[in-house]
């Protein structure tokens, strides 16, 4: 079982609509989670980052974080074609020697006008 | 555009061969990262050095190494190439280093090995 997974999609979805992106993980020791979006041929940004569980919201953005479930979402609300971009969940440990973050493999969405 | 620069952009070599990428993090930041990103493992972490000096090591291959110079600036060498080390190699900064910072992200460096 890898650490983190991410369904790939691809996700099609009309302009306008509310796009829902998930990772589930299995290390509990997880504590720190983001959200980063990538165009094609550029490197990833962050968007969205969330410490424990709850709720954040930025915008259009909104990150829920349930450990207890081991499930991390990102809802897109009124997407835009501009959204159009490869969509990835990565997370972190509390920290220690080997310190990394764990990335899901990436979920392409694709907003059509 | 995040402030980190990576060069090449593109880079095709043969199998066997050896390889330099260059990576500048973004002005202040001391801790730099590289990642490997390919279609069937995703974007899997290298290494990270900060200020000079290794401070976590990740999936990285023994014939790939990595340093950091007093300007901040590294590289990733990689050596021995084979078909499966074509992939996209990031590099990001963060200032400190820590857990919970935010790291930024270079445009890549786009290797293919023929």
């Known amino acids: 079982q890898k650490e983190v997974e991410q369904d790939p999609g691809p996700l099609s979805v009309p302009e306008g609509a509310i796009v829902s992106l998930n990772c589930t993980y299995s290390?509990?020791?997880?504590?720190?989670f983001m959200w980063y979006r990538q165009y094609s041929r550029k490197g990833p940004e962050l968007l969205m980052y969330?410490?424990?569980?709850g709720n954040k919201e930025d915008g259009r953005f909104t990150a829920q974080v349930d450990k207890s479930s081991k499930y991390i979402s990102l809802f897109i609300r009124d997407s835009q074609p501009s959204d159009s971009a490869t969509y990835l969940c990565?997370?972190?440990?509390?920290?220690?020697?080997?310190?990394?973050?764990?990335f899901g493999k990436g979920t392409l969405l694709t907003v059509n006008p | 555009d995040s402030g980190v620069t990576q060069t090449p952009k593109h880079l095709i070599t043969a199998t066997g061969q050896r390889v330099t990428l260059r990576c500048s993090p973004r002005?202040?930041?001391?801790?730099v990262y590289w990642y490997q990103q390919s279609l069937d493992q995703g974007l899997q972490f290298l290494i990270q050095?900060?200020?000079?000096?290794?401070?976590a090591k990740g999936n990285i291959l023994e014939r790939f190494s990595a340093q950091q110079f007093p300007d901040l600036h590294s590289e990733l060498n990689l050596s021995s190439l084979e078909l499966g080390d074509s992939a996209l190699y990031f590099c990001?900064?963060?200032?400190?280093?820590?857990?919970?910072?935010?790291?930024?992200f270079g445009p890549g460096t786009r290797l293919l090995v023929l």
């Open positions: 990001a900064s963060s200032v400190g280093g820590g857990y919970q910072e935010t790291q930024y």
């Open positions: 290390n509990s020791a997880f504590q720190y």
């Open positions: 969330t410490y424990s569980s």
């Open positions: 990565a997370m972190s440990d509390s920290g220690g020697s080997n310190y990394k973050l764990t």
């Open positions: 002005s202040g930041d001391l801790s």
């Open positions: 050095y900060y200020n000079g000096e290794e401070r």
